[in-house]
């Protein structure tokens, strides 16, 4: 978590170097970025108002109509490509916004949530976010220098944009001129360096459409120059005339038919590969596929079937008559391994995140710093609340996969019917209520990176085998299908029981038990670790006031003997539940044995029994008084208590009606 510590304290920096510049023209470059520097200047020099809340955008809605027909070719182009965006970034809390040349604002796609919060800034369609109206922001410098470009927090000009970050790339046209630019814009507390990469895939994606698009225009351009240009393209692209023949194909696509380019040309498509989608129908309807799934079997090699996007467009003569099509065929372990990293982007946690000295806690930490360096499956043990997923995140991150998805299950968490399908995805129609496209699992997004099991004890016992087998072979097959799909995965399980037990009473298979602990790793609970008490509570203190806003705290002695005397059923996480109850109650930032929860004061009894009552009694108690505290504060003001509470507002409505706390 000390990663996160230097990124406030440096916010804190910029933010203080941001008031000294509007105020008094001071800039201090040890800080400030040379680029941003340089920015703030340009705006100041150009009297744009810090303060101001919505951007001048001076555009009527025919002036709108005008601007949408101007860059309807880059709009039409980067639409599909977007809408992909769209279902991998919902629910993540970003913006993903397409603007021209100039900087107006021509698509905005997002949450409605977080839509709403950008229309209070003006971030609406005809707005315009260049440099010298709206301040320093991602999509003015990208577009004025060229570059891609990540900012936060109070590197923006604008003070309203202060809590959000930006990452910006320019499109360019197949010329190499800037035609506009694409941006994600989030809370400042979303971020993170994979963001900046997948803008400039994204922003690489449509000049590749483009240039896609353009290639395809010039088919009678002569062949060894078309040839380098199809030759180029990442993806599988064959050429077919009206008559199914193929007329071009890349190495890529030779591959898939099991032929060499020059083999496979003037053959018909349909006498090389069997495939559940025709394509040659397109001829006729003129519709095309846009990323559709579809799967391909070489008459050469039966056995290779495999699983593809499938863009697939018509191309015309002068005339509008269709003279073929071009079917570009992308692989899906890619787009998955795309979503996988976008959704797996959050592993915060490094072994620096784990506080505390204990002879204990440091062979665990040590033993799991030489496993991550290898493949191996490990096992992490441990109580509720010890802290298992900050080991498995810190363990990926230490690991030659650190830069591929980290894909986390909770296996309690799902529906027993769903365990399956989550895990291994379905096909099409597999089942009442599966999407007709099909959906790939856990395991098929996570490829090439970490699966993480969460409670792996919970996953149910007809399930198991399956699992085993994945294991074992490294291969799955998805529900209701009947493809073999590879994987390359690698996995981490926790538990908090002992599953040794567990398999000699028949609820774990004892087989998958061996295959999943390669390596077991024990991590001990608060109890066994008191010396830890100390630090733990500074740091967790430090963690809890600056995400409150609050100053430091001061800990009474007599508190800090009370936190050491007491057992700690609930572990780490209850620790922090009571400290963060303390914090809020406090007075003058200070935490006396008034604030301490009656039955951790004096730990009565060692019998089992009223532990577990005094840990469910000390959770309820405290969750229910801090929920009310943080509502009459914030005076029945559902999201603002759901942001200081660190939690959304539908887990706020039903603590609420749980606890029937009256707001």
């Known amino acids: 978590m000390s990663s996160s510590e230097s990124f406030l304290e440096k916010m804190n920096k910029i933010k203080k170097a941001w008031k000294k510049f509007i105020e008094n023209d001071e800039i201090n470059t ?15 020099s150009a009297k744009v108002d810090p303060y101001s809340k919505r951007p001048i955008s001076s555009l009527n809605s025919k002036e709108i109509n005008i601007l949408l027909e101007r860059n309807k070719h880059l709009i039409e182009v980067s639409w599909p490509i977007l809408k992909m965006i769209d279902e991998m970034i919902r629910g993540s809390g970003f913006r993903v916004d397409l603007v021209d040349k100039d900087g107006h604002f021509l698509k905005i796609i997002s949450d409605i949530e ?32 060229g570059e891609p470009i990540q900012i936060f927090g109070p590197e923006h000009y604008n003070v309203y944009h202060h809590n959000w970050t930006c990452s910006s790339s320019p499109i360019r046209d197949p010329s190499g001129n800037i035609i506009g630019a694409v941006n994600m814009s989030g809370n400042y507390r979303l971020l993170h360096k994979h963001t900046l990469g997948m803008v400039v895939g994204i922003a690489n994606a449509i000049e590749s459409a483009l240039k896609t698009e353009k290639k395809v225009l010039e088919l009678s351009i002569n062949n060894k120059f078309l040839n380098t240009i199809i030759e180029s393209i990442s993806d599988g692209l064959i050429v077919i005339n009206k008559k199914g023949e193929i007329t071009h194909l890349n190495s890529i696509a030779g591959k898939i038919l ?3 380019p020059h083999e496979a040309i003037g053959k018909p498509i349909d006498k090389l590969i069997r495939t559940n ?47 073929g099509v ?47 360096v290898s493949s191996c499956k490990i096992l992490i043990q441990g109580e509720s609340g010890t802290g298992k997923e900050v080991f498995a995140q810190a363990i990926h991150n230490n690991s030659n996969r650190r830069d591929k998805p980290f894909i986390a299950i909770n296996c309690a968490a799902i529906p027993r019917d769903l365990v399956e399908s989550e895990l291994f995805g379905y096909e099409g129609g597999a089942f009442t209520g599966a999407k007709k496209e099909g959906r790939p699992g856990k395991f098929e997004l996570a490829e090439g990176g970490t699966l993480f099991l969460d409670e792996i004890e919970s996953m149910p016992l007809d399930a198991q085998p399956k699992l085993l087998r994945i294991l074992e072979s490294n291969q799955l097959m998805r529900i209701g ?7 390359d995965v690698r996995i981490i399980s926790t538990t908090n029981q002992d599953l040794l037990l567990a398999a000699k009473k028949g609820n774990f298979r004892e087989d998958l038990l061996y295959r999943i602990n390669t390596v077991t790793v024990d991590v001990p609970p608060l109890r066994e670790r008191k010396d830890d008490i100390p630090i733990l509570v500074k740091y967790i203190c430090d963690k809890i006031r600056r995400r409150i806003n609050k100053n430091n705290i001061e800990i009474d002695k007599k508190v800090l003997e009370v ?14 539940n009571v400290l963060e109850s303390a914090i809020i109650l406090s007075k003058n930032n200070k935490i006396t044995i008034e604030m301490i929860p009656e039955n951790i004061k004096p730990f009565k009894s060692n019998n089992l029994d009223i532990k577990k009552n005094s840990e469910v ?12 505290k943080v509502l009459k504060e914030a005076k029945g003001n559902i999201n603002k208590a759901s942001r200081v509470l660190g939690i959304d507002r539908s887990t706020l409505y039903r603590k609420i009606e749980k606890y029937r706390i009256s707001k």
């Open 617 to 628: 009694n000390s959770l309820i108690d405290i969750e229910k008084e801090v929920i009310s």
């Open 258 to 260: 099991c032929k060499e």
């Open 114 to 145: 977080i839509l709403e919060e950008s229309k209070k800034l003006g971030s609406i369609v005809g707005a315009n976010r260049s440099e010298l109206i709206a301040g320093t922001n991602g999509i003015g410098i990208a577009l004025s220098t």
């Open 30 to 44: 040890s800080i400030v970025r040379p680029i941003i520097a340089d920015s703030w200047k340009r705006c100041k």
């Open 481 to 487: 299908g009947n493809k073999i799909i590879t994987t």
């Open 326 to 372: 071009t079917a570009l065929f992308k692989e899906m372990k890619k787009v998955h391994r795309l979503i996988g990293n976008f959704i797996g982007a959050n592993t915060r946690y490094d072994f620096s995140s784990i506080i505390g000295n204990n002879v204990k806690l440091t062979k665990a930490v040590n033993l799991a710093k030489v496993a991550s």
């Open 563 to 576: 936190l050491c005397e007491y057992n700690w059923p609930g572990n780490i996480r209850e620790l922090e």
């Open 277 to 323: 989608l025709s394509l040659l129908n397109v001829l006729n309807n003129r519709k095309g596929y846009l990323e559709e799934e579809i799967i391909v079997s070489p008459f050469y090699n039966k056995k290779n079937s495999q699983r593809y996007f499938l863009t697939e467009k018509v191309v015309e003569d002068s005339e509008g008559e269709p003279q």
